[in-house]
């Protein structure tokens, strides 16, 4: 088994490296605003998105200085078809081996089967989660999202 990457200490020993000024890590002014469902997980319609850089062959694939686009990818893409790109390529290997680690499309159906939830948008969303502007995060990012959102009643993030 692999050791855990540790992260928060190779982005800091990368920036000492350059020379450059250490990293600003964000941190919120206000608690995000999570809301209790007003039914039963069993009756919500639940969406999905990835920050891993899935994307389906065919799309365009992400390029690696804070991609801020999205990839709307058809909840029904066989497992094969999917694909990954991402600034940091060294966590993107078992992906690659089995792309249910981090895009875990094909489980949630079975989700919907056994009643634990009520169903599943049409299309999941796919990010780049290695964008290192804050700035970008909020004013392209998180924007891009909003507008690509199917009718849902609950998200499912799944970070790489």
């Known amino acids: 088994m692999h050791k855990p990457t540790s992260y928060i200490q190779q982005t800091r020993d990368l920036y000492d490296s350059l020379g450059y000024p250490p990293y600003r890590w964000y941190e919120a002014d206000s608690k995000p605003p ?65 792309p249910r680690c981090v895009f875990p499309a094909e489980a949630l159906p079975a989700l919907v089967e056994e009643g634990v939830i009520g169903g599943l948008a049409d299309t999941h969303l796919s990010c780049m989660g290695g964008i290192y502007s804050q700035r970008r995060v909020h004013q392209e990012l998180i924007p891009n999202l909003e507008d690509e959102l199917p009718e849902i009643d609950a998200l499912l993030l799944v970070p790489l």
Do not use: C, W
Not at 40 to 68: C, F, N, W
Not at 77 to 82: D, E, G, Q, V, W
């Open 34 to 98: 999570f809301v209790r469902p007003a039914k039963p997980l069993a009756e919500l319609r639940v969406g999905m998105i990835s920050t891993a850089g899935t994307y389906v062959a065919g799309q365009v694939a992400y390029h690696y200085k804070d991609d801020t686009s999205i990839r709307v990818i058809p909840a029904n893409t066989p497992i094969n078809k999917l694909r990954f790109s991402h600034v940091t390529e060294n966590y993107l290997p078992n992906a690659r081996r089995d």
